[in-house]
């Protein structure tokens, strides 16, 4: 038999078409840059994706907040504009109350208490919550302990009182740095850098890795380690895409999010201590909190508000107990 032409070209393109039709392009939204540990852990979520559904799913990362700042990207995941993002529990609180009390003071005494019920029936809990506010989580991740660092020399709480300290655009954090009697100053990650240089907020906190990452070491050099939240995040899709995939493809995601999960909590602890290292390298001056009593004391409103709410009463009351 012999084929013409047009026919081996009907062939092809048909085939091309179907192979068009059967793989789904994908958008990942990451805040961090390239070598992060979030980063790195997303990168093998992608690959591993791919992987086991045969490239049917290509996931395009897009690092750095390339697509847009946590809260409109938090949005934006949502309304299935974005399919896969990786988000810290401060933004993404302030569209699910229901996690709001993640990020209280003092709650977890360290990242393995945190995952101690993240991986747990909470955990379950907290999944349940998101799902049902458009948030698919694959893997928890590790934020770590946040800190103060500030322009100034700082020794105690009672230096932080009257400071313009930058937070996350998060009602918790907003609600924290009040009770601490200093002005909370919402900003996206991004302008911290710039904010510091120019004396727009004396002070910022966060983790180490990303206090060395966004090079806010350079300008905020005294860090008072306080560890004030233990930061869960979460690796998530948007209901949108979880609900069109098949069972096997649901598995398929739901092993990769578990893999990059475990990843990412190895290199968080390695890039915890490098970042200790280089700051201090760098001329950053640690000052440990000697008494977490005081700030804790300061924080009663804070707590009282979520005991008394039915949504997060029950949540806080099993973290507290074990
Ligand atoms: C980082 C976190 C980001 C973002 C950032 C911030 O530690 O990984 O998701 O929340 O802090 O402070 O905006």
């Known amino acids: 038999m012999r084929t013409s032409f047009k026919g081996l070209l009907c062939l092809s393109l048909a085939l091309c078409a179907s192979a068009a039709m059967a793989q789904a392009k994908l958008r990942a939204w990451n805040i961090h840059p390239d070598g992060y540990p979030v980063s790195e852990a997303m990168k093998s979520f992608v690959e591993q994706v791919s992987k086991s559904t045969g490239g049917r799913y290509n996931i395009e990362l897009f690092n750095s907040g390339a697509l847009g700042d946590q809260p409109k990207a938090v949005q934006m995941l949502k309304s299935g504009e974005i399919d896969v993002a990786e988000f810290s529990s401060g933004p993404l609180s302030d569209a699910v109350p229901g996690i709001k009390v993640l990020n209280l003071p003092f709650l977890f005494t360290d990242s393995a208490h945190m995952f101690r019920h993240l991986d747990g029936k909470l955990g379950e809990r907290f999944s349940a919550n998101l799902k049902s506010a458009g948030f698919v989580v694959l893997g928890w991740y590790d934020g770590g302990g946040r800190s103060f660092y ?173």
Not at 284 to 308: E, T
Request: charged share 25%.
């Open 150 to 322: 500030c322009v100034k020399p700082v020794n105690n709480l009672r230096d932080l009182a009257g400071m313009n300290i930058r937070v996350q655009q998060s009602e918790v954090y907003i609600e924290m740095v009040k009770l601490m009697e200093a002005k909370p100053v919402a900003l996206p990650f991004k302008d911290v850098l710039v904010a510091l240089e120019q004396g727009k907020v004396d002070c910022a906190e966060n983790n180490l890795p990303s206090y060395e990452s966004t090079g806010h070491y350079k300008v905020a050099k005294n860090v008072y380690v306080t560890n004030h939240v233990i930061s869960p995040e979460a690796l998530v899709v948007s209901t949108k895409l979880w609900d069109k995939l098949s069972k096997e493809d649901k598995a398929a995601f739901a092993e990769a999010g578990a893999k990059s999960a475990i990843l990412m909590r190895e290199l968080w602890n390695k890039r915890v201590a490098a970042a200790l290292e280089a700051t201090t390298k760098q001329g950053s001056q640690f000052v440990k909190v000697k008494d977490v009593s005081p700030m804790v004391r300061r924080m009663g409103p804070l707590y009282g508000k979520y005991m008394a709410d039915p949504t997060t009463r029950e949540e806080l009351l099993t973290i507290i107990a074990k």
